[in-house]
């Protein structure tokens, strides 16, 4: 077979690929992940590696920074130690020399940290600026073990943060977003670098806004960096590496017969990503619809297994109008309510401004027909205290005076059905409706999305499990029984 002389000049396949905390969370998982990454490479394959910080650093450098906060500079410097320890040990067992750039990297980074917790100990403040900067160093010690194992297979590997690999975000701290010009300063910093046979290992989770201050950009955001850089290159796929073999049917701890899908649409993952689904960070697939990039979500201890691929196009099966069943728990109900509500739309209006400039994202949002009441369902859970809480106490001021009642309702769950299928299918709101009301299961707030991608109701947290499990069998999306062997 002859190759076309044009077919010799293109450039080899460009992947991303990301790896989570789990994948980074001993000196044998680094050391998993690095052959992950040289399996390809010795393909022919480029390859930009984007890392999680190790299992539990994240939230070890919260707990350390409220410690400082709040006075305690003993336990938060007993948190750097332990870190400290954990990442030396890593690196030795990695290979590297007690005198090797990478443990002068670990040693200056955990000085900086120190220095950064020690200023919020003095002021005995801890903004949300001052967070991100601290948090953002689980990301950025694991860069350079992951920079250690890729060198130890031979590849030339090169680690930057997300800032210095080009993320530019605004200052939204805590939750940034990137910046238009973000795409064009990633392909300028990258491309030089994949040119001259590096390997780039961005640091997750993370960027920097104009000015140069570190942000990060919300929990799970190493999957969002991933994506971002694969959008700026024009990468081939992404794959985001997990422990899981995929996207589920619904969550296997409550679902002991869920199953993997092996197709979702970039809006079928959005969905599943916000209602709960933590495979993937919610806004992670959004850098890549426009470019039409797949992302593939791969299982590391079975890299051969497909995984399940998300792309632009929706696959429905034959009789399945739901894909997937997902739950968020820890979910609080605030509900507006009152005479002062009734003919008055901006009292509405500063509800939703209200929410806006306290950064507290709505899972679900009812109105009454008689409009004299609004219900909110948001998370409650929150690094500081109760977003339910902060969300009452921000309404306060602008419904003051207006004869209006704000009550809370805690201990409440969203649970949603995910799926293309669902657009123009009768009967599927009945079929959920009565999945839940066979095992006596009140709803409490009811919502559907005008794309009919998903249908979302909310209920008593104690009953998320039983009515995940009612629903899944409900649709047909239990795996089949195991056929027992016949002696």
Known sequence: MT??????????????????????????????????????????VRVVVV????????????????????????????????????????AQELGAAPDSETVRDIREMHETLRQAVYGVYLLRELTQRSRD????????????????????????????????????????????????STYQRVRDRLEGLLAAGLTPVVAGFMGETEKGATTTLGRGGTDFSATIVGAALGADEVWTWKDVDGFMSADPRAVPRAQNIAQLSYGEVMELAYFGAKVLHPLAVTPLQEHHIPLRVKSAADPDFAGTLVTGEAVTVEGRSVKAVTAIKGVSIITVSGAGILGVPEVVAEIFQTLARENITLLMVSQSSSMSNVSLAIQSGNVERSAAERTVAALRTPLAGR????????????????GAGMRGTKGVSARLFTALAAQDINILMIS????????????????????????????????????????
Request: proline share 5%; aromatic share 2%.
């Open 3 to 44: 190759v076309p002389p044009d077919a010799q000049l293109l450039p080899p396949r460009l992947l991303v690929m990301k790896f989570g905390g789990t994948l980074m969370g001993s000196s044998a998982a680094v050391r998993h992940s690095a052959e992950l990454v040289a399996r390809s490479t010795s393909q022919g």
């Open 133 to 180: 900067l601290i948090v953002s160093f689980g990301e950025r010690l694991s860069a350079p073990l992951m920079t250690l194992a890729l060198s130890q297979l031979g590849l030339h590997p090169h680690h930057l943060t997300g800032g210095q690999a080009g993320i530019l975000t605004d200052a939204h701290f805590g939750n940034a977003k990137p910046l238009p």
């Open 403 to 418: 004869e209006l009642q704000v009550d809370i309702q805690e201990g409440v769950a969203v649970l949603a059905i995910v």
């Open 448 to 487: 559907q999305g005008s794309s009919e991608l998903n249908i979302s109701v909310a209920i008593e947290g104690k009953d998320a499990d039983t009515a995940t499990r009612e629903v899944h069998t409900a649709f047909g999306l239990n795996a089949p029984e195991p056929v027992e062997a016949t002696g």
């Open 51 to 90: 890392v999680s910080a190790m299992t539990g650093v994240t939230n070890q450098l919260l707990r350390l920074a409220d410690a400082a906060e709040g006075g305690n500079i003993a336990l938060a410097n007993d948190e750097i130690a332990a870190m400290r320890t954990r990442h030396f040990a890593a």
